[in-house]
């Protein structure tokens, strides 16, 4: 017999980007909707860098908060050459900011701040162990002549690799991963390591970036590989372990800037990220364990409690608009733009 209505605890995402200005009034009620708390990632222009930038880019979110919604941005610093061990101690110090994010410089939106050398930043990283601050990675080489395919792999054996061995006491959550490498590296990594999956590399592979036509909504990075990875993708987060939680890596960019002869990087999933989960977990007869990928162990790796609220998806079709109003010039395209979408959020 089907299911045909799910309650959980109401969710968070892990790992999200929200951008600035007037999109706010599109990205933080399509969030707001089904999770209560999310990651906000700091790779705007110029980055966030400082708790102070941190908090002022929290209150501009809020502002955009529906009246009926409640929703808790959890904010990031971004790691730079420069990112100082004192702005640890700030950090530590404000219960709005939660975590670093790792981007190497050139690896994807934004990163062109990100570090060009991971000993430029050691004395950082060593006070974000003495303090249990998390670090959020990025992991993908940036050498231009790696293929893009081997960007992920190549990242754990040359960098995250030395660099946990160096410091173990580091918490390390490793970003949208993609392939059976990661799953592997972070299944064996020990409890300070943990990864978050998106919904687009679990409903996705290469294929439906690139047979038949290039599809540029479906180009992310890390870029979808081959399915038998996602097939791992997916074993992991249906798997039960809590070192694999929710991140959507909701990403929205203007469709001209999308559907271009040189495309940006990052799909849209937000408006029906929660729905899209529970299709797969679906798929794979796991509705079961949505609740503790989603709600349960995201909270449990940042030592943070469950959110109390619970949400409900029934399965009724609805269909995804074409795309969202995102600036007074341009809209944004969602991941299934169009499309039914088979659970909805009560
Ligand atoms: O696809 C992506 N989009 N990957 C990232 O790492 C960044 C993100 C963005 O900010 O657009
Ligand atoms: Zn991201």
């Given at each position: 017999m089907s299911t045909n209505r799910i309650s959980l605890i109401k969710p968070d995402d892990w790992h999200l980007h929200l951008r600035d200005g007037e999109a706010l009034r599109t990205s933080v009620p399509h969030t707001a909707r089904c999770f209560a708390r999310a990651i906000v990632m700091p790779n705007l222009l110029p980055p966030v860098t400082t708790v102070a930038s941190a908090l002022a880019y929290r209150e501009r979110?809020?502002?955009a908060v529906l009246p009926k919604q409640t929703f808790t941005p959890l904010m990031t610093l971004y790691l730079t050459d420069e990112l100082a061990p004192l702005e640890m101690e700030r950090l530590a110090?404000?219960?709005?900011?939660?975590a670093v994010k790792y981007y190497p410089a050139g690896a994807t939106t934004n990163s062109q701040n990100g570090v060009t050398d991971i000993e430029k930043v050691i004395p950082t990283l060593e006070r974000m162990a003495e303090l249990s601050i998390p670090l959020l990675i990025h992991g993908e080489v940036t050498d231009p002549d790696t293929d893009i395919f081997d960007r992920e792999r190549l990242?754990?054996?040359?960098?995250?690799?030395?660099l946990r061995d160096r410091l173990p006491e580091l918490r390390v959550i490793l970003e949208h991963i993609t392939t059976q490498d990661s799953v592997d590296y972070v299944k064996?990594?020990?409890d300070g390591l943990a990864a978050?999956?998106?919904?687009?590399?679990l409903l996705h592979n290469r294929n439906d970036l690139l047979a038949g036509g290039i599809r540029p909504h479906f180009y992310c990075l890390p870029i979808l590989k081959r399915s038998s990875h996602q097939t791992a993708l997916i074993e992991a987060a249906i798997s039960g372990s809590p070192k694999f939680f929710l991140g959507t890596d909701s990403a929205p960019h203007l469709r001209s800037q999308k559907e271009s002869a040189c495309g940006c990087a990052g799909v849209y999933t937000a408006p029906?990220?929660?729905?899209l989960y529970a299709e797969v977990f679906e798929q794979h007869n796991a509705l079961d364990r949505l609740e503790k990928f989603a709600s349960v162990f995201g909270p449990q790796f940042y030592g943070l409690q469950p959110n109390t609220e619970q949400v409900t998806l029934i399965r009724q079709d609805w269909q995804l608009p074409e795309s969202y109003p995102f600036t007074a010039?341009?809209?944004v395209v969602?991941?299934?733009?169009?499309?039914?979408i088979c659970w909805q959020l009560k």
């Open positions: 979110i809020l502002a110090k404000s219960p709005h900011v939660i990242f754990i054996e040359q960098v995250l690799s030395p064996s990594g020990g978050t999956i998106t919904v687009h590399h029906a990220a929660l729905e010039e341009d809209t969602p991941l299934r733009s169009g499309d039914k």
